[in-house]
């Protein structure tokens, strides 16, 4: 039996290993699934404008701002974004106004 100490030790090793060759994968993976998201909800806004002033109006108002301020601050928002956390750049700058735009 192995003492405790080298199974350990194994067990470190092998997630350090995959934190290293996994993790920036994951990194990947989750900010193209992010982004994707996001710019699909753009692009329907963008395809029918009604319905994004229906939405800025009706779902999701910003009671200090006119529905059609709202709605154009929200398309830009979630057609600038994305893109940016796509492809890594300002990741963390673009992530604030996609966090602000769903609460």
């Known amino acids: 039996m192995m003492p405790a100490a080298n199974l350990m030790s194994i067990v470190r090793d092998t997630l350090n290993f995959a934190e290293r060759t996994l993790g920036p994968l994951l990194d ?20 029918d404008w009604n319905t994004a002033l229906r939405l800025a109006t ?3 108002p910003v009671s200090w701002l006119d529905p059609v301020t709202a709605a154009i601050i929200g398309l830009a ?19 604030v106004p996609l966090l602000i735009s769903r609460w």
């Open 28 to 47: 990947l993976f989750i900010r193209l699934w992010l982004a994707q998201s996001f710019f699909a909800s753009g692009l329907v806004k963008a395809a």
């Open 58 to 60: 009706n779902e999701y």
């Open 77 to 95: 928002i979630e057609l600038i974004c994305p893109p940016l956390i796509a492809v890594g750049l300002l990741t963390r700058i673009a992530a």
